[in-house]
Protein backbone atom coordinates (compact mmCIF):
# COMPACT_ATOMS: atom_id res chain seq x y z
CA UNK A 1 0.00 0.00 0.00
CA UNK A 2 2.09 3.03 -1.47
CA UNK A 3 1.06 6.11 0.81
CA UNK A 4 1.17 9.78 -0.26
CA UNK A 5 1.60 12.52 1.92
CA UNK A 6 1.11 16.56 0.34
CA UNK A 7 2.86 19.44 1.58
CA UNK A 8 3.17 23.58 0.63
CA UNK A 9 -0.11 24.05 -0.01
CA UNK A 10 -1.52 27.79 1.88
CA UNK A 11 -2.81 31.58 0.81
CA UNK A 12 -1.26 33.13 -1.86
CA UNK A 13 -2.14 36.16 -4.07
CA UNK A 14 -2.88 36.15 -6.98
CA UNK A 15 0.72 36.64 -9.19
CA UNK A 16 1.98 34.65 -6.49
CA UNK A 17 4.09 31.28 -6.44
CA UNK A 18 3.56 28.20 -4.46
CA UNK A 19 5.77 24.66 -4.37
CA UNK A 20 3.49 21.34 -4.00
CA UNK A 21 5.42 18.39 -3.11
CA UNK A 22 4.25 14.40 -2.55
CA UNK A 23 6.09 12.60 -0.35
CA UNK A 24 5.51 8.95 -1.17
CA UNK A 25 6.25 5.68 0.89
CA UNK A 26 8.25 3.39 -1.63
CA UNK A 27 10.21 3.87 -4.65
CA UNK A 28 7.22 4.90 -6.97
CA UNK A 29 8.58 7.64 -9.01
CA UNK A 30 10.73 5.57 -11.37
CA UNK A 31 8.36 3.10 -11.88
CA UNK A 32 4.77 4.93 -12.24
CA UNK A 33 3.34 7.91 -13.74
CA UNK A 34 2.59 10.13 -10.84
CA UNK A 35 -0.08 13.12 -10.95
CA UNK A 36 -1.38 16.17 -9.75
CA UNK A 37 -5.06 16.57 -9.97
CA UNK A 38 -7.12 19.38 -7.95
CA UNK A 39 -11.00 19.83 -7.30
CA UNK A 40 -12.60 22.85 -6.24
CA UNK A 41 -15.89 23.29 -4.46
CA UNK A 42 -19.00 21.68 -6.12
CA UNK A 43 -16.60 20.56 -9.27
CA UNK A 44 -15.27 17.51 -10.19
CA UNK A 45 -11.76 16.17 -9.34
CA UNK A 46 -9.48 17.48 -12.59
CA UNK A 47 -6.04 16.54 -13.99
CA UNK A 48 -3.51 19.06 -13.49
CA UNK A 49 -0.67 17.52 -14.26
CA UNK A 50 1.65 14.32 -15.28
CA UNK A 51 4.78 12.63 -14.67
CA UNK A 52 6.85 9.63 -16.12
CA UNK A 53 10.16 10.06 -14.29
CA UNK A 54 11.68 7.01 -16.22
CA UNK A 55 10.06 7.90 -19.65
CA UNK A 56 11.05 11.61 -19.47
CA UNK A 57 7.90 13.03 -19.95
CA UNK A 58 5.29 15.50 -18.36
CA UNK A 59 1.75 16.33 -19.73
CA UNK A 60 -0.30 19.42 -18.34
CA UNK A 61 -3.45 20.43 -18.73
CA UNK A 62 -3.86 23.46 -20.80
CA UNK A 63 -5.18 26.01 -17.92
CA UNK A 64 -2.13 25.24 -16.49
CA UNK A 65 0.64 24.68 -19.18
CA UNK A 66 3.53 28.02 -19.48
CA UNK A 67 2.74 28.43 -15.46
CA UNK A 68 3.27 25.19 -13.35
CA UNK A 69 6.20 22.60 -13.70
CA UNK A 70 5.83 19.01 -12.41
CA UNK A 71 8.89 17.06 -11.58
CA UNK A 72 10.38 14.27 -9.37
CA UNK A 73 13.05 13.57 -7.21
CA UNK A 74 14.09 9.76 -7.20
CA UNK A 75 16.31 9.94 -4.59
CA UNK A 76 13.43 11.30 -2.01
CA UNK A 77 10.50 9.64 -3.45
CA UNK A 78 9.20 12.94 -4.02
CA UNK A 79 7.22 15.01 -6.90
CA UNK A 80 6.75 18.38 -7.28
CA UNK A 81 4.63 20.89 -8.45
CA UNK A 82 5.92 24.63 -9.03
CA UNK A 83 3.08 26.97 -9.53
CA UNK A 84 3.64 30.35 -10.79
CA UNK A 85 1.41 32.91 -12.10
CA UNK A 86 -1.43 31.85 -9.75
CA UNK A 87 -4.80 33.06 -10.53
CA UNK A 88 -7.69 32.74 -8.24
CA UNK A 89 -9.18 29.96 -10.30
CA UNK A 90 -6.29 27.96 -9.14
CA UNK A 91 -8.05 27.39 -5.59
CA UNK A 92 -8.57 24.31 -4.90
CA UNK A 93 -7.60 21.24 -2.70
CA UNK A 94 -4.71 19.38 -4.56
CA UNK A 95 -4.18 15.87 -4.65
CA UNK A 96 -1.55 13.63 -5.72
CA UNK A 97 -1.12 10.04 -7.15
CA UNK A 98 0.16 7.25 -8.49
CA UNK A 99 -1.38 5.56 -11.49
CA UNK A 100 -2.17 2.21 -11.66
CA UNK A 101 -3.72 1.05 -14.62
CA UNK A 102 -3.54 1.95 -18.15
CA UNK A 103 -6.22 3.53 -18.46
CA UNK A 104 -5.20 7.55 -20.02
CA UNK A 105 -3.01 9.30 -17.74
CA UNK A 106 -5.36 12.58 -17.07
CA UNK A 107 -8.31 10.80 -16.30
CA UNK A 108 -8.63 10.08 -12.14
CA UNK A 109 -9.97 6.29 -12.72
CA UNK A 110 -6.28 5.47 -13.53
CA UNK A 111 -4.93 6.18 -10.49
CA UNK A 112 -5.11 4.12 -7.80
CA UNK A 113 -2.96 5.57 -4.58
CA UNK A 114 -4.33 9.06 -3.68
CA UNK A 115 -2.50 11.53 -1.15
CA UNK A 116 -5.13 13.37 1.55
CA UNK A 117 -4.19 16.34 -0.03
CA UNK A 118 -3.70 19.99 0.14
CA UNK A 119 -5.59 23.43 0.05
CA UNK A 120 -4.23 26.06 -2.22
CA UNK A 121 -5.81 29.20 -2.16
CA UNK A 122 -5.35 32.18 -4.55
CA UNK A 123 -6.77 35.77 -3.50
CA UNK A 124 -7.73 38.63 -6.11
Known amino acids: QVQLVESGGGLVQAGGSLRLSCAASERTISSYVMGWFRQAPGKEREFVAAINWSGGWTYYADSVKGRFTISGDNAKNTVHLQMNSLKPEDTAVYYC?????????????????WGQGTQVTVSS
Open 97 to 113: AVRTSSILYYSTRAYGY
